[in-house]
C-alpha cells in the first residue's frame, strides 16, 4: 500500500499561526539560573561566572593532546589556498579528519567518539577554522546541528547505538531545514512526512544543505499531517542519503566557504522507518532550536579563530610598513583599528569560553548566553575583518595568489571577510537573533502581564493578568532604583594595586542593567501590544545586553588569567581597552533607544514598496539575469542529475 500523494501547496500561515509555531517550540521554563537573563531584568548576577568557571584536568589533559593532532594535521595536511582555488575541500582531507577523530569530537567515547567538552570543541573548530573556513564549516555542521547532537539530546539508545558511531569514524551528517520558500518561518514548511504503516514517506525540497552534497546521514525536519493516531507537526528524522528518491539536484556557490559543500535536495516518495523518528510527531522544531541552545556556539568559536589571526597579522603588517617615516601602527588611525582587533578578540573569547564552560557545566541555563555569543561574534568578526582589509590597503582588496604571483607574501585578508560574512546570516541571522532573544528578554514579563496585552484575552484574563502584574512590578520596579553600581567600593576584587581599574566597568555594567530593564518595561508600557512591531527599539535592547555581558566576560577572564598568574597585566590593560569602547557603544545605543529615525525609515519604506521611489533607479543597468525569485518547489521526481557524492 502506497502513501497518499503529498499535497503540492504550501500551508496557508497567518501571522498570528507563525507566531504561535515559533512559540511552541520554546523552552518554556527556566529550571536553571541565567546571568544573561538577570542582566536584562536588571540584575547584575556576577556571581553566576565569577570566579571563573574551571575545566576538570582530564578534560583539560584530553582536550590538548587532541588540539596538539589537530593542529600537526592541518599545518601539513590542509591547504586552505588550494580549497579557495578549487572550491572543494579534497577527499584526503576529510578521510584524514575522520582518521584522528575529529569528526567525533563532541560524541561520547562510549559510541566511538572523542568525548571532548564545548570548551574543547570550540577550541579545535577555531584552530581548523584558520587553516580553512570552509573545513571549519564541515566539521561544525556534521556535529553541531548534524545527526550527532540531536541525538545525543534526544535520540532513544537504540538510535545512538545505530548511528553515533558511524558519525564519529565513517559517514558525514548534514541539517535539512530551510526550503527555497521558507527560512525564519517554520510554520510554512512544506515538506511532508506521510505515515504510511511502519514508515513515513518524505515528499519536498530542501535548500542550502551544508554538507548535503556529501552526507551520508540527514536530519530532516518534515511536516507529519494530523491523522487518527498521529499528532502530526513538524517532526525530526534521520534520513540515510542513499535511500531512493533522494537527490541533490545542485551544488550551491557562494561569495565565501568556497569549499562548503552545500546544496538543493530533493525528496520523492523517500521511504524512511519510523523507528528513525527522533522524538514524538511535532517535536521537531522544540528539537532544532533546543540543538542550536550550544550548537550555536560553534559560530562564534570560529569567530574568535578568524579575529585571532586578523590580530597577527595587523600586528605583523602594521610593523613592516612604514609611511611618513614611522610604521603605520604608530599612525592614530590605524592604530584604532589594531587597538579594537586586540580589545575585541579578548572579549569574544572571554564570552565564548564563559559560556562553553557554563555548557559544560549544565550548571546555568544558556540560551541566551550562546545566542548573544553568536550576535556578537559574527558581528564584531566582521568588523575586524573589514578592518584588517583597510589596515592591509590595495593589499587587502588583493586575492592571496595575486599577491604572491608578484612576489609578496599570500595574505588571504579578502577571502576572511567573504568568508566571515556568512556567518551573520547562518544558524538565525542578525535580524532574527535580536527578536529572539528580545523575546526571551521579555519573558518575565509576558509570563505576568502577558493576557494585558493580548487583544485576544477575556475582560477576566485581563483582571487577573493585571493584578498579578501588579503585585510582580510592586516588587520588582523598586529594585531597579538603586544598586552597588552606585557604590565606589563595589566590586573591589576587579582593582588590584598596580592593575587598571576594571572595578568600575562592572559598576557601569550594574548600573546600565538596571537602565535596560527600565527602558524595557517603559517600552512595554507605552506601546503593550504592538511592542513586537518595534523591531529596531528590541534590537538595540538586545545590542546593549551583549555589549554588557561581553563587558562583564571580560572582566571576569581577566581576573581568572591574573590569579592563574598567565599574562593578568596584559589581560587587564586588553579588558580595560575593550570595556571603554563597548561603554561607548553602549551609551550610543542607549541614546538612539528613544531618538532614532524609526518612524520615518517605515515611512519611506512604505514609499519604496509603493513605487514612490522609482525615479531614483534611473540611470542603470541591471545585471541580473531573468528567473523567478524563488524557485519552484512543487513535490515531484527530479528531473535534474543527481550531484551527490561519495567521499574516499
Not at 238 to 248: C, D, L, P, W
Not at 611 to 623: I, K
Request: glycine share 10%; hydrophobic share 40%.
Amino acid at each position: 500500500m502506497s502513501a497518499p500523494a503529498a499535497p503540492s501547496s504550501r500551508p496557508a500561515v497567518t501571522e498570528r499561526e507563525a507566531r504561535r509555531v515559533a512559540e511552541a517550540a520554546r523552552e518554556q521554563d527556566w529550571r536553571k539560573p541565567s546571568f544573561a537573563r538577570e542582566l536584562f531584568l536588571g540584575r547584575l548576577r556576577l556571581d553566576l561566572l565569577h570566579p571563573h568557571p574551571l575545566p576538570d584536568p582530564e578534560d583539560v589533559r584530553r582536550g590538548e593532546e587532541f588540539l596538539a593532532r589537530l593542529r600537526e594535521f592541518c599545518e601539513r595536511r590542509v591547504d586552505g589556498a588550494a580549497v579557495e582555488r578549487d572550491a572543494r575541500i579534497p577527499d584526503e582531507v576529510i578521510t584524514g579528519l575522520q582518521e584522528i577523530g575529529a569528526f567525533g569530537m563532541k560524541i561520547d567515547r562510549e559510541y566511538g567518539g572523542l568525548g571532548l567538552t564545548q570548551v574543547y570543541y570550540n577550541k579545535a573548530l577555531a584552530l581548523v577554522g584558520s587553516a580553512s573556513p570552509a573545513v571549519g564549516a564541515l566539521l561544525s555542521a556534521h556535529q553541531s546541528i548534524g545527526v550527532p547532537q540531536p541525538l545525543k539530546l534526544f535520540g532513544t539508545e537504540a538510535q545512538k547505538d545505530a548511528f553515533l558511531p558511524r558519525c564519529a569514524r565513517t559517514d558525514i551528517s548534514a541539517f535539512l531545514l530551510t526550503e527555497p520558500d521558507v527560512g525564519s518561518d517554520p510554520a510554512r514548511l512544506a515538506t511532508t512526512a506521510v505515515p504510511d504503516g511502519d514508515d513515513y514517506v518524505l515528499d519536498g525540497v530542501k535548500l542550502w544543505t551544508t554538507n548535503g552534497v556529501i552526507a551520508d546521514l540527514l536530519v530532516v525536519m518534515a511536516r507529519v499531517p494530523a491523522s487518527e493516531g498521529h499528532a502530526g507537526g513538524i517532526t525530526a528524522f534521520v534520513v540515510e542519503a542513499s535511500s531512493a528518491g533522494i537527490t541533490v539536484e545542485h551544488r550551491n556557490a557562494f561569495m565565501g566557504l568556497r569549499g562548503l559543500e552545500n546544496g538543493v535536495t530533493r525528496f520523492h516518495r523517500v521511504r524512511v522507518p519510523a523507528t528513525h523518528r527522533i522524538g514524538p510527531e511535532g517535536a521537531g522544531l522544540k528539537i532544532a532550536l533546543t540543538t542550536l541552545n550550544t550548537g550555536r556556539l560553534s559560530l562564534p568559536a570560529m569567530c574568535v579563530g578568524a579575529g585571532k589571526w586578523c590580530l597577527k597579522i595587523a600586528r605583523e603588517w602594521s610593523a613592516a610598513r612604514e609611511q611618513w617615516g614611522k610604521p603605520v601602527a604608530l599612525h592614530e588611525a590605524v592604530g584604532s583599528k589594531i587597538a579594537f582587533i586586540a580589545a575585541t578578540t579578548f572579549a569574544l573569547e572571554a564570552v565564548l569560553d564563559l559560556s562553553s564552560q557554563m555548557a559544560d557545566e549544565e550548571r546555568n541555563d544558556i540560551r541566551i548566553e550562546a545566542a548573544l555569543a553568536k550576535l556578537y561574534g559574527s558581528e564584531m568578526a566582521c568588523l575586524m575583518a573589514d578592518h584588517l582589509v583597510q589596515i592591509r590597503g590595495g593589499r587587502g582588496f588583493e586575492t592571496a595568489d595575486s599577491l604572491a604571483a608578484r612576489g609578496e607574501r599570500a595574505v588571504p585578508a579578502e577571502q576572511v571577510l567573504r568568508d566571515l560574512r556568512i556567518n551573520r546570516i547562518f544558524e538565525g541571522s542578525t535580524e532574527i537573533m535580536h527578536l529572539l532573544i528580545a523575546r526571551e528578554a521579555v519573558d518575565a514579563h509576558l509570563a505576568v502581564a502577558g493576557d494585558l496585552i493580548d487583544p485576544d484575552a477575556s475582560l477576566g484574563d485581563k483582571a487577573r493578568a493585571g493584578a498579578q502584574a501588579g503585585a510582580f512590578y510592586a516588587r520588582w520596579l523598586p529594585k531597579l532604583v538603586a544598586g552597588p553600581g552606585q557604590l565606589p567600593g563595589s566590586y573591589a576584587e576587579f582593582h588590584p594595586a598596580g592593575y587598571p581599574d576594571l572595578s568600575t566597568h562592572l559598576r557601569y555594567a550594574e548600573r546600565a542593567a538596571r537602565k535596560l530593564a527600565r527602558s524595557t518595561f517603559y517600552a512595554m508600557s507605552r506601546w503593550q501590544g504592538r511592542m513586537e512591531t518595534k523591531q529596531g527599539f528590541l534590537g538595540r535592547i538586545v545590542d546593549i545586553g551583549a555589549e554588557l555581558f561581553a563587558v562583564s566576560a571580560a572582566c571576569v577572564r581577566a581576573e581568572h588569567l591574573r590569579a592563574r598568574g598567565e599574562n593578568g597585566r596584559e589581560a587587564y590593560q586588553l579588558a580595560d581597552a575593550f570595556c571603554r569602547q563597548a561603554r561607548l557603544r553602549a551609551d550610543e545605543l542607549f541614546a538612539r533607544l528613544w531618538h532614532n529615525t524609526d518612524d520615518l525609515d517605515r515611512k519611506v519604506v512604505k514609499g519604496v514598496l509603493g513605487g514612490a521611489y522609482t525615479w531614483l533607479e534611473a540611470g542603470v543597468v541591471d545585471p541580473s539575469r531573468p528567473g523567478p525569485w524563488i524557485a519552484d518547489t512543487t513535490p515531484g521526481p527530479s528531473t535534474r542529475p543527481d550531484t551527490h557524492r561519495t567521499v574516499g
